[in-house]
């Protein structure tokens, strides 16, 4: 079975300053799609970024950007000149479309706190 | 981006009573809807899978007979819960999966309290 795992419970950022969150994952499939999800205070869970595995290159989106290492199952998230608008929960999620389910495995999340 | 609304957004419920949650896609068809359950802090679990006009599959570990799902059409799904008992009180979220791209929409979620 896939597992999802985040090993940094709480971190802490400075405005302006980059930050980069953890994620591994544990999977036997090779085509598979891989998650950023935030979930500020709201609880409204908001996507971030994806990178599809057979991808080589890193997925960007603006100040966010991610590290995929597919040998190490490593997918960690780095965000740069932080905002106190990130401050949130952050879910690293892990997708395969090989079962037809089209499940998601969340990580159980990293909280991020932004100083001002 | 594709919506999904929930409703309500949050309910309190004496013990015993049963409660419906509604998640509804409402510029697309959903080829399939998830429900999730968080705990405070903690991270989504998933509940069970429903397409439309079929039995949801739930996970394991999950009391079908108490959290009951119909997925009637392609924009809505219900959760019921029976019988509602405090440990029963969280926070419930939806999504719906966009049949093209695959990826999921959340509803904002609907926290439920029993007294």
């Known amino acids: 079975a896939q597992t999802v795992t985040q090993s940094q419970p709480e971190m802490s950022v400075q405005e302006a300053e980059t930050v980069t969150l953890s994620c591994t994952y544990d999977?036997?499939?090779?085509?598979?799609?891989l998650f950023w999800y935030k979930q500020p205070p709201s609880r409204q869970m908001i996507l971030v970024i994806r990178q599809e595995a057979y991808k080589q290159q890193n997925a960007t989106e603006n100040r966010f950007s991610v590290n995929f290492q597919k040998a190490a199952k490593s997918f960690s998230l780095k965000i740069s000149d932080s905002q106190l608008g990130d401050a949130a929960m952050y879910f690293c999620?892990?997708?395969?479309?090989?079962?037809?389910?089209?499940?998601?495995?969340f990580g159980t999340g990293t909280r991020l706190k932004v100083l001002a | 981006g594709a919506v999904v609304s929930q409703h309500p957004s949050r309910v309190i419920c004496k013990s015993g009573t049963s409660v419906k949650i509604e998640c509804r896609s409402l510029d697309f068809q959903a080829t399939t809807m998830f429900w999730y359950r968080q705990f405070p802090k903690k991270s989504l679990m998933l509940m069970a899978t429903s397409n439309e006009g079929s039995k949801a599959t739930y996970e394991q570990g999950v009391e079908k007979d108490k959290f009951l799902i119909n997925h009637a059409s392609l924009t809505l799904s219900t959760l019921t819960v029976t019988s509602a008992h405090p440990e029963d009180s969280s926070f419930y979220i939806c999504?719906?999966?966009?049949?093209?791209?695959?990826?999921?929409?959340f509803g904002p979620g609907t926290r439920l309290t029993v007294l």
């Open positions: 999504s719906a999966r966009v049949g093209w791209d695959n990826e999921q929409f």
């Open positions: 999620a892990y997708r395969s479309d090989t079962s037809g389910t089209y499940k998601y495995i």
């Open positions: 999977t036997s499939e090779s085509d598979y799609y």
